[in-house]
């Protein structure tokens, strides 16, 4: 897409709510019509590496298409000489809204706004192939504010994941992502999750609340990943009304994700998992319930699972270790971890803190503050 002039703010609304309009017409520099389709260049000449743009233009029902396939390819072969691209990135940007469009074949993530706040991404369609490595789809990173609504995913990675940093960085940069509302998500993907949290969160998540979840012939429904070395934490999470069919893995938590971005950081830095309620979850032709692994020396805690139905084919179903938490009418029978604390339910964190519109951005300290104010009050808007 082509640089816009900049336009001023939209104003912010809380999610669900009606995506507000931009001043100028149609035929402005940046529009994009029902009937286009905007093509990535396969042609790697024509790729400049060139400093972020601070703002677009908006659209109208259109389509972007990434052709990662050539990306694809080099990522398999390895020999890429940059990092790949996002299909739409923003950066340091509040006031955005993404809309009505339909998104294909990214070369690495989909939509990946970071160090953003009040974000709302809704009736967006994201495509690619089943097999295409890391093409997420939804991918908020140290945002605030975040909606994310009535989307549908088919890809081959994380339909929707949050993320806050990575290791040391992530820790030493300390930008969280909270207050994040999702609902209405319909998802497939065989190589990643329905919905997911990490492993990128050393600055940490928090107060996220998932409800209408549709999540189909898919690796994993629900999964947080984490690892020693991550530090940050996952905490006051609230997912319910979650439907899955032909799924491997329902629900997995996993404390051994042991990728690293290199050898600097601290192994004694260790996450905090707690207060992540799962309920009123059906699931048919379930591979395995749930594998729930937490971190030597580093129970993960208040994990709690209610009302949860599963039609599992492996005869045994639940593998949990190293956590704490509660569970009522799970089927099939949760493992004895979280059966142990069976008339505690207020432990169960209730989604109830959680609103769109209460946490505040917060005031940043370090020198890329300068780049935050140059994009306060600025609006970004595909419609």
């Excluded at 601290?266 to 309620?277: E, H, K, M, Y």
């Excluded at 008339?343 to 300068?370: A, E, F, K, L, N």
């Amino acid at each position: 897409m082509k640089r816009s002039a900049s336009v001023s703010a939209p104003p912010y609304c809380p999610c669900p709510c009606r995506a507000p309009r931009l001043p100028g017409s149609r035929e402005a520099q940046g529009t994009m019509d029902r009937a286009v389709t905007r093509h990535g260049v396969p042609d790697s000449s024509h790729w400049p590496v060139i400093d972020p743009l601070p703002s677009y233009g908006r659209g109208a029902n259109g389509s972007i298409d990434g052709q990662g396939a050539i990306w694809w390819g080099w990522f398999h072969n390895h020999t890429l000489n940059y990092t790949r691209p996002h299909l739409v990135e923003l950066m340091y940007s509040t006031n955005v809204v993404i809309s009505n469009l339909t998104f294909k074949n990214s070369p690495f993530w989909n939509i990946h706004p970071v160090y953003c706040s009040q974000v709302l991404v809704r009736h967006v369609t994201i495509l690619a192939p089943l097999n295409s490595p890391n093409t997420d789809g939804v991918t908020p990173d140290s945002s605030t504010n975040v909606c994310i609504n009535h989307c549908y995913v088919r890809n081959g990675g994380d339909v929707i994941v949050i993320k806050s940093g990575w290791d040391e960085y992530g820790i030493s940069f300390a930008q969280p992502s909270s207050n994040i509302s999702i609902s209405d998500i319909t998802g497939e993907t065989r190589g990643g999750s329905g919905i997911a949290f990490g492993s990128e969160m050393s600055g940490g998540i928090s107060e996220v609340r998932a409800v209408g979840l549709r999540i189909v012939n898919s690796l994993h429904g629900i999964r947080i990943k984490t690892a020693p070395g991550r530090g940050g934490y996952v905490e006051n999470v609230y997912i319910a009304d979650v439907s899955m069919d032909n799924v491997s893995m329902a629900i997995r938590i996993t404390g051994n994700y042991g990728e690293h971005p290199d050898d600097k950081y601290d192994s004694t830095a260790l996450p905090v998992i707690s207060n992540i309620t799962i309920k009123d979850v059906v699931g048919v032709n379930i591979g395995v319930a749930g594998i729930l692994e937490g971190i030597q020396g580093d129970n993960f805690s208040n994990i709690c699972l209610s009302n949860v139905s599963l039609s599992v084919q492996s005869a045994h179903p639940w593998n949990c270790s190293l956590i704490e938490g509660y569970s009522n009418s799970v089927i099939p029978e949760s493992c004895e971890q979280l059966r142990s604390n069976c008339r505690q339910t207020s432990i169960c964190y209730d989604g109830s803190s959680s609103s769109v519109m209460s946490v505040q951005q917060p005031r940043h300290t370090s020198p890329t503050s300068r780049l935050l104010d140059l994009f306060t009050g600025v609006g970004f808007i595909l419609v």
